[in-house]
């Protein structure tokens, strides 16, 4: 599903963001991804997202291999990919139901197939009754967990979330984590970056942590704690 073979990436600073990275994510897996800030945790989402590109190594995802994917085709690789940001990147003049819809207008569904797909996303986030509420009318949890709908209303084969719980308090990290475990338990699979170890220890899933652009640990799935 995931394949890194020496994945190297060095901005145009000078900086070495990922260094010789090798990794191995299978299809369905969740794995959470754990470092302090410039770990390189986000540079190796946005590799899989084709966001940024790597300066050396191979890369492949859902089969595809990336280096010999071309610009072109980025969007279309990009439909099987969900993404989820600390910050909701939310379009504030537009509906909640409008901010979901996006991926769908984008990749030209027809407008009955956008209404059921949307009202579906909503309704696994618990919002259905919000989609005709504008952003800035709701919470900090509420807003992210709009872009957890809008992230999944394709049906992604992968969901990507960089640091999804920085902005809430322990509760709502918690209920937004169990969401990401739902998805996960349908066969999506997940990679989240988080640094908060208490949060994510529990749940006994693969946890691989990097220091300084490099694989430090990876530690194998176990039974979650009761």
């Not at 979330?161 to 809430?168: I, M, S, V």
Request: avoid cysteine; hydrophobic fraction near 40%.
């Amino acid at each position: 599903m995931i394949l890194f073979q020496n994945v190297t990436k060095r901005y145009p600073t000078g900086q070495e963001a990922l260094g010789q990275m090798n990794l191995e994510v299978d299809a369905g897996e969740m794995v959470f991804l754990t470092g302090h800030s410039g770990a390189g945790k986000s540079t190796l989402l946005k590799l899989i997202a084709m966001i940024e590109r790597p300066t050396r190594g191979r890369m492949v995802v859902n089969g595809k291999n990336l280096h010999t994917l071309t610009r072109r085709r980025i969007p279309q690789f990009r439909r099987d990919i969900g993404i989820i940001f600390q910050d909701h990147h939310l379009l504030h003049d537009r509906s909640v139901f409008d901010n979901v819809a996006l991926p769908l207008i984008i990749a030209g569904y027809r407008q009955q197939e956008i209404g059921r797909r949307v009202r579906a996303a909503l309704d696994k986030v618990s919002l259905l009754h919000k989609e005709k509420a504008f952003p800035v009318t709701l919470s900090t949890g509420e807003q992210q967990r709009v872009g957890i709908a809008r992230a999944v209303v394709n049906r992604p084969a992968i969901l990507l979330a960089d640091e999804p719980t920085g902005n809430l308090d322990p509760a709502l990290s918690r209920e937004i984590m169990g969401l990401f475990d739902e998805f996960n338990q349908v066969g999506t699979t997940v990679l989240v970056a988080s640094h908060d170890l208490d949060l994510i220890a529990p749940m006994g899933k693969r946890m691989i942590s990097l220091k300084g652009g490099r694989l430090q640990d990876d530690e194998p799935a176990r039974g979650a704690s009761a």
